[in-house]
């Protein structure tokens, strides 16, 4: 049974940066893509940016380009969201994601508790 944990939300201010991370357990990390996800009230659960198994390959959502960064540590098991120049269309749950296989496997049906990132001043 995969299990992920997510670590790193809170309150920021508009412009400012936070690093989520994502460890998981359960299975062997290195074969999968993992993903960052994102839900705000009301809205449905959006795509923030997904990574291949190897982290060559990325693709993120359109709305986060050149402000967030996806990354993995493969020795640690853990997948990262940087994200700076937050703004406050940013606030969200934010759910990481294990793939069943590569990027195009995405979502896959593990899902992290979820992690609160508020972008307010």
């Known amino acids: 049974q995969v299990q992920l944990v997510e670590s790193g939300g809170g309150l920021v201010q508009p412009g400012g940066s936070l690093r989520l991370s994502c460890v998981a357990s359960?299975?062997?990390?290195?074969?999968?893509?993992m993903g960052w996800y994102r839900q705000a009230p009301g809205k449905q659960r959006e795509l923030v940016a997904v990574?291949?198994?190897?982290?060559?390959?990325?693709n993120y959502a359109d709305s986060v380009k050149g402000r967030f960064t996806i990354s993995r540590d493969n020795a640690k098991n853990t997948v990262y969201l940087q994200m700076n120049s937050l703004k406050p269309e940013d606030t969200a749950v934010y759910y990481c994601?294990?793939?069943?296989?590569?990027?195009?496997?995405?979502?896959?049906?593990?899902w992290g508790q979820g992690t609160q990132v508020t972008v307010s001043s």
């Open positions: 990574i291949s198994n190897g982290g060559r390959s990325t």
């Open positions: 359960g299975n062997i990390f290195s074969l999968y893509a």
């Open positions: 994601n294990h793939g069943r296989g590569g990027i195009a496997t995405m979502p896959g049906d593990y």
